[in-house]
């Protein structure tokens, strides 16, 4: 029972380290003025479906094949946000020549392209997605969200490893 709450304290902290950072993300969009690029928007998706993973996984408290796949789940929720913050890291280390032009806005895009179409826009980027507003400790926003998906997605392999481990001693 012990070892049970350990690692649903681990996927509680993986839930909240989620929550607070798209909060921050929030803070940033509403108080500090930084508007989100398409890529932003499609990490935060990532964030929040990460998130959710951690919270179903505290809230059942898996068994070994449980833990397992929250762990498969959890690792392509952020592999896939680390894939989108290495695209937007990438575009923003573009000499100014060589960024792509502006694109629509995402809500167009949603609106008037199919899926595959909108999907393609969004991954090839931007100008808008170049741009490097906020920054801490030399880092965009966008280098900070990849180091955050590797550190959880491997906070995430750790906890059903545990978890598995754990499930296999009872």
Not at 57 to 81: E, F, N, R
Not at 98 to 119: I, K, N
Not at 145 to 162: H, T
């Amino acid at each position: 029972m012990n070892r049970m709450m350990n690692t649903r304290y681990g996927y509680i902290t993986g839930a909240a380290i989620c929550a607070v950072l798209l909060g921050f993300g929030l803070y940033l969009q509403h108080v500090a003025g930084q508007e989100p690029c398409p890529l932003c928007i499609f990490q935060r998706v990532a964030f929040i479906a990460l998130g959710l993973v951690f919270l179903v996984a505290a809230l059942h408290g898996p068994g070994k094949a449980g833990a397992i796949a929250y762990g498969v789940l959890g690792s392509i929720c952020a592999a896939a946000g680390a894939g989108l913050a290495s695209r937007h890291v990438w575009l923003q280390s573009l000499p100014a020549d060589q960024v792509p032009a502006c694109g629509p806005g995402l809500s167009y895009m949603l609106e008037q392209f199919p899926l595959m179409r909108m999907l393609q826009s969004v991954l090839a980027g931007s100008g808008e997605c170049a741009e490097a507003g906020w920054k801490f400790l030399g880092l965009t926003i966008a280098g900070w969200s990849l180091i955050w998906f590797v550190l959880l997605g491997g906070f995430m392999i750790w906890l059903a490893w545990c978890a598995a481990r754990n499930a296999g001693r009872r």
